[in-house]
């Protein structure tokens, strides 16, 4: 008799634990998925300008991965395997810079440029990523070195290394990733200004 008590409990026991997990399976978080954003768009109507070609980004293979970095300390970072980039995060930072570069140069020969194909552009950028990510409701600190090229590679005008900090605000993933966007736009704005002081 008190076998079979035990094994009602046991039955019971295992169903209500089957329950609970069927319940938490259930409400199991979705991933986010977020890109960087380019500047406002806006009608391209400047004159003629000499063709700028922009070389593929370098970045940290730390941050070039699905998840979202966010830093804990000096020496720790945190992957969110349910925030994530919506594309590799060097992809999208190499498009939004082409974007922004082409809006603040207000010229649509602004083009992306692949290493060691012939290319005929005038000049040229490059950048390497040195560092981009920051704290929830901190702030997104992009460092980044870059350098500009004219005479179709064989001359170097200018290289330099930048620093970018830009509070996010709220501590969200969303506010977080719109620090990146503002981040990416200063750099842009930055090579922008020397491209036009070169011209």
Known sequence: MRLHRF????????LVLA?????????????????????????VSGPET????????????????????????ENEIKLDEFSRWAEPLKENFYTVLVENLSIFLNSE??????????FQASLQVGV????FDGTLGGDIVLVAKWFLLEEEGKKMLLTRRSSFKEPAGAATYEALVAAHSRAVAALSREIAEAIKAKK
């Open 19 to 43: 329950v609970c997990l069927s319940a938490c399976a259930g409400t199991s978080a979705s991933p986010k998925f977020y890109v960087l954003s380019p500047l406002p768009q806006s009608k």
């Open 109 to 118: 020969k602004v083009v992306k440029m692949i290493y060691r194909v012939s």
């Open 128 to 131: 390497e990523v040195v560092h």
């Open 50 to 73: 000499k063709t700028v070609g922009v070389y593929p980004i370098g970045m940290p293979d730390y941050l070039d991965r699905p998840q979202i970095v966010t830093r804990v300390s």
């Open 7 to 14: 094994s009602v409990h046991i039955v019971i026991l295992l």
